[in-house]
């Protein structure tokens, strides 16, 4: 919960800092539909192509495991 409040600081934080520690807190926890919005967010933000892919294949690589439980 508290990694979600950091939503309304985005423009402080910077949104991509954000949302890595939301989908961070809630891989941990065991929230994966919370981890996969905030996956959907960051592969939507513009980005650097490297950075991009790193990001699809870690979502890819966590939910594939996990694909039943969302």
Do not use: W
Not at 19 to 38: D, E, P, T
Not at 43 to 67: G, T
């Amino acid at each position: 919960m508290t990694a979600l409040r950091l939503r309304d600081y985005e423009d402080i934080l910077g949104a991509f800092d954000v949302y890595a520690l939301i989908a961070l807190c809630a891989y941990h926890c065991k929230f994966y539909g919370q981890a996969s919005r905030a996956f959907i967010v960051l592969e939507a933000m513009d980005i650097p192509p490297a950075k991009q892919s790193q990001m699809e294949d870690l979502a890819l690589s966590i939910f594939v495991q996990y694909v039943n439980v969302i």
